[in-house]
């Protein structure tokens, strides 16, 4: 059974830029939320998926965005790219329905702004 | 409200001890408690998870005590062993399987279990 995938595995962008992460969840999987990870603020949540849906949204500003197509697949998009957005972006995903399960998550996007 | 927090920061352990990480959380709309474990370059992988209803949870060397009343709840790993070494995290969510499921982390715990 595949795991969640994201793509690129590493990505080295200039302050400024834009970049765009991808997310392939686990085949049957409806939920798909993505959380940010650093070193001085740890796991955050940044948003949530379902059915093409955002149900939830973290403190982040608006240059984080995401969205979720019709086979489950998420891309999170961040605009306008800070230092400080350097990070470990993580997805994970989940079958959303009974009987509950845990997240699954991926091995993460590692983003340098330089 | 929103916080877990999660002590200690770092824990070294004797091979076959018995390593304790805990976590507090003050929103009672809290309903689910997930534990998870991260290696070096890959994402977290859920270890246990814990209800509000039950206080005791146990899966193979790993358990997790849960305190309702005091809002607290460890992770035991039994017999530790060297290939545990990673860091945990435990996590809670408010409302989970309903309308979101949004993880609210603890800071994490840097785990080293010397052979």
């Known amino acids: 059974k595949a795991g969640v995938t994201q793509t690129p595995r590493y990505l080295i962008k200039t302050r400024g830029q834009q970049v765009t992460l991808s997310c392939s969840p686990i085949?049957?999987?409806?939920?798909v939320s993505w959380y940010q990870q650093t070193p001085g603020q740890g796991l955050q949540f940044l948003f949530e998926?379902?059915?093409?849906?955002?149900?939830n949204k973290g403190n982040f500003p608006g240059r984080f965005s995401g969205r979720q197509f019709s086979n489950s697949r998420s891309e999170m998009n961040v605009s306008t790219l800070e230092l400080g957005d350097s990070a470990l972006y993580l997805c994970?995903?989940?079958?959303?329905?009974?009987?509950?399960?845990?997240?699954?998550f991926g091995s993460g996007t590692r983003l340098t702004v330089v | 409200q929103q916080q877990v927090k999660q002590s200690p920061q770092s824990l070294i352990v004797q091979k076959g001890g018995i390593s304790i990480i805990n976590c507090a959380y003050e929103?009672?709309?809290?309903?689910?408690f997930p534990w998870y474990q991260q290696f070096p370059g890959k994402g977290p992988a859920l270890l246990i998870a814990?209800?509000?209803?039950?206080s005791e949870k146990k899966e193979g060397r790993f358990t997790i005590s849960f305190n309702k009343s005091a809002k607290q709840f460890s992770l035991h790993i039994m017999d530790s062993q060297p290939g545990d070494s990673a860091t945990y995290f435990c996590?809670?969510?408010?409302?989970?399987?309903?309308?979101?499921?949004?993880?609210?982390f603890g800071t994490g715990t840097l785990l080293a279990v010397q052979p």
């Open positions: 994970a995903s989940m079958r959303g329905g009974p009987p509950l399960s845990g997240y699954t």
């Open positions: 085949s049957g999987h409806r939920s």
């Open positions: 998926y379902f059915s093409e849906t955002q149900r």
């Open positions: 929103n009672t709309a809290f309903d689910y």
């Open positions: 814990i209800r509000p209803d039950v």
């Open positions: 996590a809670a969510s408010p409302n989970y399987g309903g309308a979101t499921n949004k993880l609210i």
